[in-house]
């Protein structure tokens, strides 16, 4: 059985449209995020929407999920009121792209969810990419996570081969 065309065009007008409503100030608490296998341009992608970004005077964050726990759980380490210390200076820009979801030992899933649950209250746009689908998010992230995902957001699943073959 032949399989559908991709239509790449509209993936990529999701995620103009994304930029478009974050430089002109419209955009209204949804995150975006980009599911699919390795290779099939999702860090790509979202760099492209970083660049529009920072071409218009925005800043923007590119942090993978470990990263970000490692930060966390080394702050914690030192001393416990710096976790919120460290979640606040992630939250100061105006865009966050969080790469790698799924990668994390679930038992620090709650690091990830508080900076999530922080760009939701401050309706700020945040990147969410994983190589995983809703599914498996769910087993691995948690159901709350997969939650706020889905929440008013667009989520987009690159289901192409990858570009490195
Ligand atoms: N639209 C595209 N056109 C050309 N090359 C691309 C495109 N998207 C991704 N690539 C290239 O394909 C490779 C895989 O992309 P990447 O974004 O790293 O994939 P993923 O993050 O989904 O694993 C990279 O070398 C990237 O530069
Ligand atoms: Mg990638």
């Known amino acids: 059985m032949r399989r559908k065309p991709i239509n790449k065009g509209k993936f990529l007008r999701e995620v ?13 608490g949804g995150f975006l995020s980009l599911l699919g296998g390795v290779g099939t341009g999702k860090t790509y ?7 529009n970004l920072i071409r218009n005077g925005l800043t ?10 490692a930060t966390l759980t080394d702050a914690k380490r030192n001393y416990a009121t710096d976790v919120w210390r460290e979640i606040n200076r992630l939250t100061q820009f105006d865009m ?5 979801i799924g990668t994390q030992d679930p038992k620090d899933n709650n690091y990830l969810f508080e900076l999530v649950n922080k760009y939701y209250a401050a309706v700020k746009p945040m990147v969410l990419i994983s190589n995983f689908g809703l599914k498996s998010l769910e087993a691995n992230t948690g159901e709350r996570f997969v939650d706020r ?11 192409w081969d990858s570009y490195r073959k």
């Open 16 to 28: 103009k449209n994304y930029a478009k409503k974050a430089i002109v100030g419209s955009h209204n």
């Open 45 to 51: 992608l979202a760099s492209a929407l970083a660049n």
């Open 60 to 69: 923007v964050k590119y942090q993978t999920t470990n990263q970000i726990i």
């Open 96 to 100: 966050i792209i969080v790469d790698e």
């Open 149 to 159: 995902m889905k929440h008013n957001g667009t989520v987009l699943g690159l289901d």
